[in-house]
């Protein structure tokens, strides 16, 4: 019986209502999408690469990254290294809400994993209040209508980018450091962290552009990066 | 409308390196928990990161005046609207001013 009331409160917030939850966020992402389309169309990928990129990498700071330094003709493996450091914060994010997919198995949990954006654990975590478990086909249900929300817009981008032949006289070669600077208030804002931030941040400015002159452009990021945290680490402990 | 085999490996690679902290945690996590000092470590990751980045587009490797002054707007709009796709239009348009008025 008592497994019968739970279940028929799980039906409650099921599939349907993910889809429902996941529409407050549907057109920003969709202008995102739309924007990150263009910047790999005019960085010289194709339609059906615009599709790829979209469904197999699924992540908006990294598509931009990809597109831009493609656009700047950096090399596939120093794309890929800086991809993987900026996406380092869904680990933070992948463990924030493992505590409310324990009752699944693994297979589900990488499912669930797999589609994790920010917007997405955005939306969850705030469903979590009052929660000591997510039901997984809510889950789905947010997770998949952004997925599909996030494709149409990268190609629908990709075929108005079609147009554009030279990108950097309409000033799109500074779209993704632009993207840099909107993430990075976004998270200063949001943590409301201040003094700390802006130390760390400092710290990374110096860090790189002193490590450039011994470094080349990823190992002075990958020192910048490290060090600065570090930093912030230590001013932690240390108030 | 074809895919090149250097982009599908550039796509598959990515996409790995970002695959592995999206699902780890999920994973493993219900058995562990990831330690304190880890944990503080990866919260300055992102403003660490992105401000690298960003200060290298500007500064290296050498002061790069016409992206600094784009830089500018966007933060203001960033700063004002928290609009992430606010601060990247502005910041595309105020380069492709800076850059007809050079």
């Known amino acids: ?239 | 409308m074809e895919i090149r085999y250097e982009i599908f490996l550039l796509i598959l690679g990515a996409g790995i390196v970002t695959l592995i902290p999206r699902i780890l945690p999920l994973v493993v996590l219900s058995r562990f928990q990831l330690p304190d000092w880890a944990r503080r470590f990866l919260n300055h990751i992102p403003v660490a990161i992105m401000m690298a980045l960003l200060a290298q587009e500007i500064f290296v490797p050498t002061f790069h005046s016409s992206k600094f002054f784009a830089a500018l707007p966007a933060f203001a709009v960033a700063i004002l609207t928290r609009s992430l796709l606010g601060t990247v239009v502005v910041g595309i348009l105020a380069m492709m001013v800076i850059r007809h008025l050079l």
């Open chain 1, 1 to 239: 019986m008592k497994q019968k009331i739970t279940e028929a409160h799980l039906d409650e917030e099921g599939f349907v209502q993910g889809v429902k939850d996941c529409l407050p966020t549907v057109l920003g992402y969709l202008s995102i999408g739309f924007a990150a389309g263009v910047i790999e169309k005019t960085a010289g990928l194709s339609i059906a690469e615009i599709a790829l990129v979209s469904l197999l990498l699924y992540a908006g700071s990294a598509q931009f990254i990809l597109a831009g330094m493609l656009l700047t003709h950096s090399s596939i493996s120093a794309i890929i290294f800086t991809i993987f450091f900026v996406n380092l914060r869904h680990l933070l994010m992948s463990a924030a809400l493992a505590p409310y997919f324990r009752h699944l198995p693994p297979w589900k949990n990488m499912l669930i994993g797999s589609q994790l954006t920010d917007e997405t654990f955005g939306v969850a975590i705030h469903h979590t209040a009052n929660k000591t478990m997510l039901n997984e086909r809510w889950m789905l249900g947010l997770n998949i209508t952004a997925y599909l929300n996030w494709a149409i817009a990268n190609v629908a981008g990709g075929f108005f980018g079609q147009w554009i032949t030279n990108p950097e006289s309409f000033g799109l070669d500074f779209a993704l450091p632009a993207m840099f600077i909107g993430l990075l208030v976004l998270q200063i804002i949001h943590r409301k962290n201040w003094m700390v931030d802006l130390i760390v941040a400092l710290s990374a400015i110096g860090l790189v552009v002193g490590s450039s002159y011994l470094f080349s452009g990823s190992g002075a990021i990958l020192i910048a990066t490290i060090l600065s945290a570090t930093i912030g680490v230590i001013i932690e402990k240390w108030k």
